[in-house]
């Protein structure tokens, strides 16, 4: 039977690629490479080195040898180069590198993992990890690693005694800004640990979130964001606070949770104002403006916010009551916004869409990508397949904004 033009051409393909790149880390469980860090390696590629290392000894029985560049010896041949070691003989600059990501290369007998790395600790939040991320790519994929819960008991490695690497060249960008899971180690729950117990799974916890590539690429700061600001500015301001339906402004009584008066713009340029001097504080670090509300429903009944209110649904559930607020909030992101883009294009707004204002805002509402939402629904797991599609379309109706 003859070949056809299409096999014709992809064997021809295949001629021409010219030999494909294999890097033998282990065979018949014996090392064949060593794996190879700068002289001075970044904490992240120390580190990035080291889980390598431990992997790859629980799947093969194999361990590898961790040597500097000036120190590779002349056997085994392969090499895998971690970090910023020889990376730019593999053309991987730093202008190849995406923000909190990672190139995967091979080129003849060596394998390349490049990150862009922070120079704090490997496990915390803020520290740029795109090599280790970069590790644990390699060990998912070519080893099947899977992390089930924190600790080795929970660290499934499927047993092999060869490890080869294939031609190999893809870049890895994190798909989110910020991947975070609450650890919880606050909660009464924890109060069975002793203090030495604590100390080891709060470790062990850390190891598996980073495993699982929890990290940020750009520190957002959110959380309630005014809530000393009666102490600090009510006496003086009383206009930056909710007008409650007795005429008072501020909190209901002493002490009492209360919310801003959201439309007011002398509160607006007091946030812009308080952003700024932040900037001046700490030049040439991201600082985001944080306008999320108190942990309270959007009160305010003066004229200004309820006229910035939409359309009120017929009937409003206990939980959004008495008053959907969502196109108020809205309209306060995109002011302090618009009024902070004034001193920078590229100011950015986090808010949150919760209690009263959780429902997504009126159609004609548009919002930017300088503002960023944080939907939260309170609707707690287990949830129903009705409750689970209720979240989805409040997250959608924010989307849908542009925010």
């Known amino acids: 039977m003859r070949p056809s033009v299409l096999t014709i051409l992809v064997l021809s393909v295949l001629c021409t690629r010219g030999a494909r790149a294999e890097v033998p880390l282990v065979r018949d469980g014996t090392p064949q490479a060593v794996v190879v860090t700068a002289e001075q390696p970044t904490p992240v590629a120390a580190y990035a080195a080291q889980e390598l290392v431990y992997h790859l000894e629980r799947a093969t029985g194999a361990r590898l040898q961790v040597v500097t560049a000036s ?38 007998n060596v394998l390349y993992i490049v ?13 740029h990890a795109g090599t280790l991320w970069g590790v644990y790519e ?15 008991l929970g660290c499934y490695v499927p047993k092999t005694d060869a490890v080869v690497i294939g031609d190999l060249d ?12 609450r650890p919880g180690l606050g909660l009464r729950g924890a109060s069975g640990f002793t203090p030495e117990g604590k100390a080891q799974y709060a470790h062990d916890q850390a190891v598996f979130l980073r495993r699982h590539r929890m990290g940020r690429v750009v520190r957002l700061r959110y959380g309630h964001a005014f809530e000393a600001w009666w102490d600090r500015y009510g006496e003086e301001h009383p ?43 700490q030049p040439g670090e991201f600082i985001n403006i944080n306008c999320c509300e108190n942990d309270i429903r959007g009160l305010c009944t003066c004229e200004n916010c309820m006229a910035w209110d939409g359309p009120q649904p017929e009937e409003i559930p206990p939980r959004f009551g008495p008053r959907v607020v969502s196109d108020r909030y809205a309209r306060f992101w995109r002011a302090v916004q618009e009024l902070a883009a004034q001193h920078d294009p590229e100011a950015t707004v ?43 379309d409040q997250w959608s109706g924010w989307r849908r904004t542009g925010c």
Not at 170 to 181: G, K, M, S, W
Request: with cysteine; proline share 9%.
């Open 170 to 181: 893809e870049t890895i960008q994190p798909r989110l800004l910020q991947r975070n899971l």
């Open 350 to 392: 986090v808010g949150y869409a919760y209690v009263n204002y959780a429902p997504p805002p009126s159609e004609d509402i548009q919002l930017n990508e300088h503002i960023f939402v944080g939907t939260v629904p309170d609707v707690f797991f287990p949830r129903t397949d009705q409750e689970q599609q209720w979240v989805k």
């Open 115 to 127: 990150g862009e790395d922070g120079d704090g600790d490997p496990l915390a939040m803020d520290t």
């Open 138 to 152: 390699l060990l998912e994929r070519v080893l099947g690693v899977r992390w089930l819960w924190p600790g080795e």
């Open 239 to 281: 206009e930056w606070f909710q007008l409650l339906e007795n005429g008072q402004r501020g909190p209901s009584s002493p002490g009492a949770r209360f919310s801003m008066c959201v439309s007011e713009p002398g509160f607006h340029e007091q946030i812009v104002r308080l952003w700024l001097e932040q900037r001046e504080q």
């Open 71 to 108: 120190k590779i010896p002349a056997a085994p041949a392969s090499n895998v180069c971690i970090g910023e070691c020889q990376a730019r003989d593999a053309g991987i600059g730093e202008g190849a590198l995406p923000r909190g990501g990672c190139v995967l290369r091979t080129v003849g």
